[in-house]
């Protein structure tokens, strides 16, 4: 048990010195680094012209079909793994169970690919 | 290791000290990972690569880090100041983070966490909403577009990513790497590389993606979107994103050889002599190396190709993979 925590313990002192280590170097940065403030530099770059409209623009809306996908992928992955760990002690019925897990999750994405949710036509 | 029985102050600063050492072996990796990337590519495509910063150029990177570290911090006034500053430490401290549980040999591992790989990808994943902050808080439309075609792809190739090692997770019945990395003792032809070797296909190019290298680095398409999500990164800010991606190419590395190529195992049980780390670091290299390689020899794909090869062609073929190694285990069991 104690060896248990002290494991998390390490994944905590990771944690600690990953915050600590862009921390130092941006603070240890502004020691040395010029600070020269003109209004144009702190303008949002276009190519070199004067930005029109507003940066957040609309995008497509593709991205959050993908990202919907990918909820439904990533959970069914997060029961793939502790079936995979087990699979030694559950034998022939769980790989039953899992193809037809699996095979409803396939019939979704079939359904997608046909309905062109897969396609990528513009940016 | 007895410094892992209980937790006092002084196994508390051993940890400490060497998580540090570790950070800054990462440190030195990615220095010299970055200068030998150039030297490799510029002999690929017949140049000498860096050669002026001191002998061979090998104090290139060290010049380029302390340049990025006198560069004015610009902020630019439309952006979102609190999110834009906090994007590269979000990007930057899983790359880390997840070191944490990667074993080099049997004995030198920081953390045994009995859920190592899982806590690899949960962590990894964590740098896409770093990226996508970066890209949404520049507000800039090529920051935004380059944010949301990376959060895109990423997560795209990390389904496909997670399944392919499901295999590997089957053949070990374990999670943590130390236990997978045991499971492959006594020559290559123990490897997981061998029975999982479209596993380990898949695994290689969804980790390309995920590195956001070439030929997949479409976020920072720098012909269409000028640098993607840190066009308005600059100085030691940008220095942290870059960082990021050269420790998760580190920890990549680590990843493959723990999974795929037999970890810190020697290839032939007679060249057992050569210490372990020896051969953990051998197989690293070459990971390493490969990726360097691809780079220089293969054009960046097209976004649409990019998008249909991760749904349309890895992650179905991670799902048969899973399947075809149930059932030989299934078969093997059987005709015993």
Redesign the interface.
Known sequence: M??????????A???A???F???A??T???L?????PIEE???????GNE?VG????R??I??YL??L??VI??VE?VF??PW?????KLG?FA?VE??IF?SLL?VG?AYA?KKKV????S? | MNLLQDLTFSSFMWFLSGAVVLLAVVLGFVTYAIYFERKVIGWIQLRKGPNRVGPLGLFQTVADVLKLLLKEDTIPRNADRFLFILAPVIAFVPAFVVLATIPYTSLLQFADLNVGLLYYFALSSISTIGILLGGWASNNKYSLLGGMRSAAQMISYEVPLVMSVVGVVLLSGSLSLNTIVEGQAGGFWQWNILPQFVGFIIFIIAAVSELNRTPFDLPEAESELVAGYHVEYSGFRFAFFMLAEYVYVYAIAALTTVLFLGGWHSPLPFLDFIPAIVWFILKFLSIVFFLFWIRATLPRIRVDHLMSLGWKVLLPLALVNIFVTTIVIELIKYFK
């Open positions: 104690e060896t248990y925590i002290n494991n998390y313990v390490i994944v002192i990771f944690i010195l990953g915050i280590l862009p921390v170097a941006l240890f940065g502004r040395l680094r010029p600070n020269n530099k702190y303008t949002t770059y276009e190519s930005p507003t940066g957040q623009i995008f497509n593709r991205y993908f990202a996908m990918f992928f990533d992955t793939l793994y995979a760990v087990a699979y030694n022939l790989l899992m193809l699996v396939v994405l690919w897969l396609q990528w036509n940016i």
